[in-house]
T-cell receptor, first 110, second 114 residues
């Protein structure tokens, strides 16, 4: 189960480094955003969310930044581990309509 | 394990046929969402039910329909199947009905239309 298109962006990082995954969203009226992680053969897994009235939200080892001016969302993963290897995609919610980005494949090298 | 179950895991059928996918949400969750994930279009939201009633509709084709039963399990019916319907179909559940907040995804049903 992978949210991959033919040209899925990839990010390769060394174990222990920080990772930054970016997402451009489309609708300026979107008021809620989520980052998902999807490992091969599995369903998406919720990582962190943020509402449009916030610029930043932190979780355990993850931080989401929201820039509404340029409609940009980023996910920062601190001290990336091999278990973080997966496809990551963002989702935007507008009036209960959820739209998903294509995703970025993160590969963590030991 | 998210607590959401989906059956069957794999389904192979022919064009023109009709299939039913089943989803059981996590205990206590009232909302069920259906998603389609294909290689060329990524993950797409199809439809949401909350406590038995349709709550939100996404890119669901008229050939597709869903329902949520009194025990809160849900079924997605796909009819007049076409080759392009081949995809992974995910069900997710959540406590709230707004579409906000954490959704828990099932393992998916892989549909292959030949």
């Amino acid at each position: 189960g992978e949210s991959v298109g033919l040209h899925l962006p990839t990010l390769s990082v060394q174990e222990g480094d920080n990772s930054i995954i970016n997402c451009a969203y489309s609708n300026s009226a979107s008021d809620y955003f989520i980052w998902y992680k999807q490992e091969s053969g599995k369903g998406p897994q919720f990582i962190i969310d943020i509402r449009s009235n916030m610029d930043k939200r932190q979780g355990q080892r993850v931080t989401v930044l929201l820039n509404k001016t340029v409609k940009h969302l980023s996910l920062q993963i601190a001290a990336t581990q091999p278990g973080d290897s997966a496809v990551y995609f963002c989702a935007e919610n507008t009036f209960n309509d959820m739209r998903f980005g294509a995703g970025t494949r993160l590969t963590v090298k030991p | 394990d998210s607590g959401v179950t989906q059956t069957p895991k794999h389904l192979i059928t022919a064009t023109g046929q009709r299939v039913t996918l089943r989803c059981s949400p996590r205990s206590g969750d009232l909302s069920v969402y259906w998603y389609q994930q294909s290689l060329d279009q990524g993950l797409q939201f199809l439809i949401q039910y909350y406590n038995g009633e349709e709550r939100a509709k996404g890119n669901i084709l008229e050939r597709f329909s869903a329902q949520q039963f009194p025990d809160l399990h849900s079924e997605l019916n796909l009819s007049s199947l076409e080759l392009g319907d081949s995809a992974l179909y995910f069900c997710a559940s959540s406590v709230v009905g707004t579409g906000l907040g954490e959704q828990f995804f099932g393992p998916g049903t892989r549909l292959t239309v030949l």
